[in-house]
């Protein structure tokens, strides 16, 4: 099945994260566009919780959104990851997820969210030598493929959340 | 960071990681290349992605949609708002493409150019500035962001379609530089 033919989520990420309820005024402007709402969707889906999560399992990407929900300083965004967290099993990852990797947390781990931090806090710092760090912790490309994507997308996710919050607290006149 | 890493001219963009042969690539993975972008099939940086298929079968279409759809922001201004948050994130080979796409669409490459040489504080028309400042905001400090921050776009007549628009096309640079910054590097092209 293609991801584009998958069904959609019951839940809106964007809309549950950003307390936007059916029938109010942000839900009618987000249904003016209906193609950034499906595929928002789709790409949290796709990147969260895949059909083949490849060599990057549920709980490690759930933790690398987390972090960076984290870094970002957006509450809710980091309940919604957390919880789900919680719910794929992820528990021994949470404390690194939350504080950073420290030396005692496993290689594998710790390198997957140090790329995150480094992505999401200094873009322009990456070098090859990165890559081949995740490499190196038993990555495949296309799981850093994955990953990359992931922590992309999850800064994307923070500022559309941050206009969406201005939009309600001030809608247009 | 300096201005002189950003040019309007056309860069090539080399991959740090293998990509995928296309004569080796499955059914899905051309299905998704070829509604990605009209020339995925020879781009290094489709030919990666696409090791994902799944997520760049989402990610492409939001792309086009966010940055092409029907109504709402004028093109030309999304474009402008890419190039201010990929200026932000030094993303160069970012900033190139979409300086040209801007410049196409309102034949003025000269406010590309003055913006790269002089930065995003140069003098820019009252609807380009307000766009210009809130892209810059949502890129630096999201969380820090007020209702105060909506009253220069609305100053310049900016509806609140518009200024979603603008925030998705801000808010996907936040993702496509992080994929172009950090999975490969601009290079000049080959000369003919």
């Known amino acids: 099945m293609r991801a584009d033919e998958m069904e959609p989520s019951m839940t809106d990420v964007i809309d549950a994260v950003a307390g936007i309820a059916e029938g109010s005024y942000l839900a009618a402007l987000r249904a003016q566009k209906p193609d950034l709402v499906r595929y928002s969707q789709g790409s949290h889906d796709v990147l969260l919780a895949p059909d083949d999560p490849g060599g990057l399992s549920l709980a490690e990407r759930t933790a690398v959104a987390l972090r960076i929900a984290v870094l970002d300083e957006h509450a809710a965004l980091a309940a919604h990851y957390r919880e789900r967290l919680r719910a794929v099993g992820g528990d021994a990852l949470l404390e690194a997820a939350e504080r950073g990797p420290d030396p005692a947390t496993p290689a594998r781990i710790a390198a997957i969210l140090d790329h995150a931090q480094r992505l999401t806090t200094a873009p322009g710092s990456a070098t090859p030598a990165h890559l081949a760090a995740l490499q190196a912790v038993g990555l495949a490309p296309r799981d850093v493929v994955s990953l990359s994507q992931l922590i992309a997308f999850v800064s994307y996710q923070v500022r559309l959340l941050a206009g969406l919050r201005l939009l309600a607290e001030a809608p247009q006149p | ?192």
Not at chain 2, 5 to 23: G, P, R, Y
Not at chain 2, 107 to 131: C, V, Y
Not at chain 2, 144 to 170: F, N, Q, S, Y
């Open chain 2, 1 to 192: 960071m300096t201005a002189r890493k950003f040019t309007m001219e056309a860069l090539d963009w080399d991959s740090w990681l293998q990509t995928i042969d296309v004569a080796q690539a499955t059914p899905e993975q051309i299905a998704v290349l070829e509604k990605s972008l009209p020339t995925a099939k020879t781009s290094p940086y489709y030919l990666l992605l696409v090791h994902d298929v799944a997520a760049l079968g989402q990610r492409s279409p939001l792309f086009n949609a966010v940055m092409y759809g029907p109504r709402g922001l004028p093109r030309a201004e999304r474009e402008l708002a890419t190039v201010a948050v990929s200026h932000i994130n030094g993303c160069a080979y970012c900033a190139s493409v979409h300086a040209r796409r801007f410049a196409e669409l309102t034949k003025q490459p000269d406010i590309m150019q003055r913006l790269f040489d002089e930065g995003l504080d140069t003098e820019l028309e009252p609807r380009r500035r307000a766009i210009v400042d809130y892209a810059a905001k949502l890129t630096r400090a999201p969380q820090r962001m007020t209702a105060a921050d909506l009253a220069p776009l609305r100053a310049v007549g900016m509806t609140d379609l518009e200024i979603l628009d603008l925030t998705h096309a801000a808010a996907m640079f936040a993702w496509a530089n992080r994929l172009m910054q950090t999975l490969g590097e601009p290079v000049a092209p080959a000369k003919m």
